[in-house]
């Protein structure tokens, strides 16, 4: 099967402080990921996602890096507040077979006031 | 703007008794959708999708079965439910095209307790 790993399970930052979260993946024919936020008794939430033909985009404090040669994208958290606190998950999709994504176990972010 | 329904929020059952799980989705149409679930401090298991009424692919064989008897409307069911049954149940639906691609989006889960 597919494997989407996150490479800490736990990060604690302080506030203020850039974070940022990682994530390796297996399928080199995975094209499309996803950052999703998971706070405590929540669905998650989608942040930001990116295709394979672009290697970073931007969001509002949020930039998501992708490193296809050695399969990694990374979550990048600007001026990281207290709100911030959640689990973080990476999914992956491919385009033949885009009706599943498949999720890593998740990086749980403490940010400390 | 798309919105999906999750109920109950919180369930707590006892071992060998029914589960009904409801999923609802507004503002689209032929969704898919999907279950998933997640046990606690664990990532997400896909259970169940389905690509239109009466479409349901089955991920992991276990006693829990699936139904999309309406459009916007996927339900997760069993006849009896196990203690391993217990978790944070997800539904999801694919839409919303973003950079050509149509992104993933949760409903709010159920939480299911199984004594």
């Known amino acids: 099967g597919e494997s989407v790993g996150l490479h800490l399970p736990t990060l604690s930052v302080q506030e203020g402080d850039n974070s940022i979260i990682n994530c390796a993946y297996s399928?080199?024919?995975?094209?499309?990921f996803i950052w999703y936020k998971q706070e405590s008794g929540k669905g998650p939430q989608f942040i930001i996602d990116i295709r394979s033909n672009m290697d970073k985009r931007q969001g509002q404090r949020v930039t998501v890096l992708l490193n296809k040669t050695v399969k990694h994208l990374s979550l990048q958290i600007a001026a990281t507040q207290p709100g911030d606190s959640a689990v973080y998950f990476c999914?992956?999709?491919?385009?033949?077979?885009?009706?599943?994504?498949?999720f890593g176990s998740g990086t749980k972010l403490n940010v400390k006031p | 703007s798309q919105t999906i329904h999750q109920w109950p929020a919180t369930l707590v059952q006892p071992v060998g008794s029914p589960l009904s799980l409801e999923c609802t989705v507004e503002?689209?149409?032929?969704?898919?959708l999907y279950w998933y679930r997640q046990a606690a401090g664990r990532g997400l298991q896909l259970l169940f999708y389905s690509v239109g009424i009466g479409q349901i692919s089955s991920e992991v064989p276990q006693n829990l079965s699936a139904s999309r008897p309406q459009d916007r409307q996927f339900i997760l069911s069993s006849k009896k439910l196990l203690l391993s049954d217990s978790g944070f149940y997800l539904c999801a639906w694919i839409g919303g095209t973003s950079g050509g691609r149509e992104t993933q989006y949760f409903g709010p889960g159920t939480r299911l307790l199984v004594l």
């Open positions: 999914a992956e999709n491919q385009g033949y077979n885009f009706n599943k994504f498949y």
């Open positions: 503002g689209t149409s032929n969704p898919n």
């Open positions: 399928n080199s024919a995975s094209d499309y």
